[in-house]
């Protein structure tokens, strides 16, 4: 299976503030990889598929890049509803998989 | 609006087999891939395996051949069956769409279940 990792694993930061989160993989995905938010108790949340294109929908605050094994997303200016927890997934090879997630708490 | 709902006990005996539906509604379920993935409390999320309507399936390794995954399309529903359950396998089960997007872009889980808590426990 393809590994992901993420950095880091938990992040304080403040409303207004711009936040960088890395998706490392195993092994070359290519742009298959997809970011997701989730909140406590609901359902993941596509932000981010293609390494880069936003999904309909989504704050223009968010935004990926990356290609190969290194990826990011990153959130321009927090909001309060942004203090969560993200996960990473690679979808270049079955079984798709999740990185650890981050969790971004107010500071 | 695609809207997903996951059906099923919530509590299921050690070794025996955990039984799960979801109902589409607000797309065709001929025309998509529909998967199912897991989250034990307080951990990450895991792929369970996916679906076409023409009955071709995949899943993980990982779970050692328990998993089927079926599709009914005249209910718009498809349905997951793991066997020989143990108290690993507790966790919220969310069916989602797994969509295509086009061939540069690949695949993304883009409309989500509200998830079902699944217990294993005698």
């Known amino acids: 299976d393809i590994q992901l990792t993420q950095s880091p694993s938990f992040l304080s930061a403040s409303v207004g503030d711009r936040v960088t989160i890395t998706c490392r993989a195993s092994q070359d995905i290519s742009g298959f990889l997809a970011w997701y938010q989730q909140k406590p108790g609901k359902a993941p949340r596509l932000l981010i598929y293609g390494a880069s294109t936003l999904q309909s929908g989504v704050p223009s605050r968010f935004s990926g890049s990356g290609s190969g094994t290194e990826f990011t997303l990153t959130i321009s200016s927090l909001q309060p509803e942004d203090f969560t927890s993200y996960y990473c997934q690679q979808l270049n090879t079955y079984p798709f998989t999740f990185g650890p997630g981050t969790k971004v708490d107010i500071k | 609006q695609v809207q997903l709902q996951e059906s099923g006990p919530g509590l299921v005996k050690p070794s025996e087999t955990l039984s799960l539906t979801c109902t589409v509604s607000g797309a065709s379920i001929r025309s998509y891939y529909w998967s199912w993935i897991r989250q034990p409390p307080g951990k990450g999320l895991e792929c369970i395996g996916y679906?076409?309507?023409?009955?071709?399936?995949n899943y993980n390794p990982s779970l050692k051949s328990r998993a089927t995954i079926s599709i009914d399309t005249s209910k718009d529903q498809f349905s997951l069956k793991l066997r020989s359950v143990t108290a690993a396998d507790t966790a919220v089960y969310y069916c989602a769409r797994q969509y295509l997007h086009d061939l540069s872009s690949g695949f993304s889980l883009d409309y989500w279940g509200q998830g079902i808590l699944v217990t294993v426990s005698s």
């Open positions: 679906i076409y309507y023409s009955e071709s399936t």
